[in-house]
């Protein structure tokens, strides 16, 4: 299999030419971030936890002018409509602005942070397929905080961006979001996987080079998109932090692994509801299941890894109740055609699945999983690489 540009608008478009023919002039520059796609350790960055994503070749590209006068223009190639026009004294929060909302909440959370951003006209364009659980949100997000970090000399670091990036999704747009997502986009670096501890942001450059070991890690997006994730994401936070103030700890972080049964019963003595009980199980499951795929990626053991993405799957599906049938079918096919783990990934309710498969299966197993699709009646599948790919960087 190779890397597909599945795209949410015309592939290859430039972003340069976009902003010419808008703006009626060269950009100062064009920036880039990607999407991502995690590995292990899902609902787990809200909790202070551990994550293991890598970022994908698809990304959200910038082109990018200053402006001094306090106006903020936004384009995207991506979404019908026109030119998004702002007041960058004007930005707050809940205000709407569809798609544009996550860089206007960029530019806005830098103001706030005290930094003398004073506007910019943007044209934006991305391959990061939207609504597939691979944060295309993000992509946008970092890139525009980069782009703007660089052109108003603010000196932020790639975590400061990242931060940034949070607090306009959190609070500008009011997505109740972790810190994965944007510090995939900004940190991660070709070749490896992200070993960050969402807790103080300290990180690890994994090396994670499938192809030399004869692996590959598919994506399988399944193009649909459930509305019952609309509101579940934050009644799950809700219930993890329940869980914590039941347990007497701060986060969910702070229950160790071999702790994990007593404290399950103390919440079923204390009363705690049973879904709170299973989100706890989860999210301490799931940070030791990060601390497994580390040791063994140390080792030089990665198909060891797939049972442990099988566990990983098994426990967002009946503890955290996130998966959709397509999920599980797209896991199961790959399993039953040979795969050596597959879970979904992401915030779930419909995106998509990872699957850990030896390189020479790889296309059988696509096969599989499509055809699983078509007898099903479902629509076809977006199936390509996750080719660990590089973090936001200035292209021009």
Known sequence: MT????????????????????YGSEPDGVWAAPGRVNLIGEYTDFNDGFVMPLALPHTARAA???RDDGVLRLYSTDVPGGVVSLRVDELAPHSGHGWAAYPAGVVWALRRAGH????ADIALTST??????????????????LALNDLFDLGLSAADLAVTGRRAEND????????????A????????????????????????????QGLTLLVVDTRVKHALGDGAYAERRAGCEEGARLLGIPTLRDLPYEDLAAALTRLADAGADESVIRYVRHVVGDNHR????????DAGDVRAAGPVLNEGHVSLRDDLRVSCPELDLAVEAA?????????????GFGGSAVVLVEEAQAGTVAKAVEEAFAAAGHAPPGVFDAVPSAGARRLS
Not at 290 to 297: F, G, R, W
Not at 338 to 347: E, K, P, V
């Open 185 to 212: 986009s900004a940190c991660c670096t070709e070749g490896h996987a992200l070993h960050l501890d969402t807790r103080d942001l300290s990180l690890r450059q994994v090396p994670f080079d499938l192809a030399a």
């Open 172 to 183: 500008f747009v009011g997505v109740p979001c972790g810190i994965m997502d944007q510090m």
């Open 64 to 66: 990018v002018s200053r």
């Open 335 to 347: 399993s039953t055609a040979g795969a050596l783990g597959a879970r979904m990934t992401g915030g």
């Open 290 to 297: 990060v601390e497994q795929v580390i040791a063994l990626l």
């Open 116 to 119: 003398p951003v004073t506007g």
């Open 128 to 145: 990061v397929p939207t609504g597939a659980g691979l944060s295309s949100s993000a992509a946008l997000e970092t890139v525009t905080a």
């Open 3 to 22: 890397a597909e540009p599945t795209t949410t608008g015309p592939a290859g478009t430039d972003p340069t030419a976009t902003f010419t023919e808008l």
